[in-house]
């Protein structure tokens, strides 16, 4: 569940947790403090560096047993943005099954 650029607050937060409460494995990233780690006034993050980010989470969650199928990526905002981009690369198309919007913006900015 990828939060909007604002962090780890509301709707991700709340949806992270129901979706929890029901048995589901949920994976928080907080976009706020991944687009900060990542970008300044003389680079930003590519696609591909997100699209690879995201493959090595996902190895990394597999080994230790925490990436069961069906495996959906999920955001809100600026993270729904972040979840296409990740599942469009196809080195991802293998474990990626959906992807689930929640106030996808027109524009998503990598910045």
């Known amino acids: 569940m990828g939060s909007g650029d604002v962090g780890w ?3 991700a937060v709340t949806r992270a ?3 929890s409460g029901e048995g589901w494995v949920v994976i928080g990233v907080n976009m706020r403090q991944y687009l900060s ?4 006034k003389a680079s ?6 997100i699209q690879r980010d995201y493959g090595a989470m996902a190895t990394y969650l597999r080994g230790r047993g925490l990436l069961p199928e069906p495996v959906i990526l999920s955001g809100v905002s600026e993270g729904a943005g ?4 990740a599942a469009a690369s196809p080195a991802n198309h293998a474990w990626v099954a959906g992807v689930i919007t929640m106030g996808l913006p027109q524009l998503s900015e990598i910045a």
């Open 17 to 19: 947790q129901e979706l």
């Open 82 to 85: 972040i979840g296409v981009v």
């Open 37 to 40: 780690a990542f970008t300044d």
């Open 44 to 49: 930003h993050l590519t696609a591909e560096d």
């Open 9 to 11: 607050v509301g709707l």
